[in-house]
Nanobody, 125 residues
Framework: VQLQASGGGLVQAGDSLRLSCSASGSTFSNYGMGWFRQAPGKEREFAAGINMSGDSTYYGDSVKGRFTISKDNAKNAMYLTMNSLKPEDTAVYYC???????????????????WGQGTLVTVSS
């Protein structure tokens, strides 16, 4: 499966932004998906994950209550809606897919097999 993330940009603290991840090359509903982010000088960290069917989600502590992950299998797309953005949310955001058919939600980088190219989100104070 090929992934492409989009929707990043420059916003102010407190604003909202929605990232999109489009998928091609395989049956999208067979893949659990996730969003990771990497701030300058830091390791890539888990932000949110969603299962194959899209009815179960899990969030990293730093985004819980502010970000929402969703998946539209009919459109081969995944989204990350980010509210109440903070300067510390500034990072390159990557979408990722697990190996086809794996149940559950991946919470680590090792749980994902396919990666998009990333989209930059910058939050100014």
């Amino acid at each position: 499966v090929q992934l492409q993330a989009s929707g990043g940009g420059l916003v102010q603290a407190g604003d909202s932004l929605r990232l999109s991840c489009s998928a091609s090359g395989s049956t999208f509903s067979n893949y659990g998906m996730g969003w990771f982010r990497q701030a300058p000088g830091k390791e890539r960290e888990f932000a949110a994950g969603i299962n194959m069917s899209g009815d179960s989600t899990y969030y990293g502590d730093s985004v819980k209550g502010r970000f929402t992950i969703s998946k539209d299998n009919a459109k081969n797309a995944m989204y990350l809606t980010m509210n109440s953005l903070k300067p510390e949310d500034t990072a390159v955001y990557y979408c990722a897919a697990r190996r086809a058919g794996l149940a559950g939600i991946g919470r680590t980088r090792a749980a994902y097999s396919y990666w998009g190219q990333g989209t930059l989100v910058t939050v100014s104070s």
